[in-house]
Nanobody
């Protein structure tokens, strides 16, 4: 099983930047991909970005070109630039293991002021 802890959220002005981190522990060798999702107030959780164990990345259209996902050995990052008010949300990371198990972190809040 994988345990995940997000950090790095906060309050930032529109146009600013933040870097989120997701620290993984436990069975990290079994992770095949890791994702960032977000949930804005009153909305459903939505996909933001994905990185596979092979390094392939995918992004939601709404963040393409502004956000960058990366990963080192046991930590995944989301570099968020040119932030907009609509990026305000709680950001969650998850990890998908080779057996299909999915683990989630507790979330970190990002607030972008206009």
């Amino acid at each position: 099983q994988v345990q995940l802890v997000e950090s790095g959220g906060g309050l930032v002005q529109a146009g600013g930047s933040l870097r989120l981190s997701c620290a993984a522990s436990g069975s990290i060798f079994s992770i095949t991909s890791m994702d960032w999702y977000r949930q804005a107030p009153g909305k459903q959780r939505e996909f933001v970005a994905r990185i596979t164990s092979g390094g392939r990345t995918d992004y939601a259209d709404s963040v393409e070109g502004r956000f960058t996902i990366s990963r080192d050995r046991n930590t995944m990052y989301l570099q968020m630039n040119s932030l907009k008010s609509e990026d305000t949300a709680v950001y969650y990371c998850n990890a998908v293991e080779f057996n299909g198990a999915i683990s989630w972190g507790q979330g970190t809040r990002v607030t972008v002021s206009s």
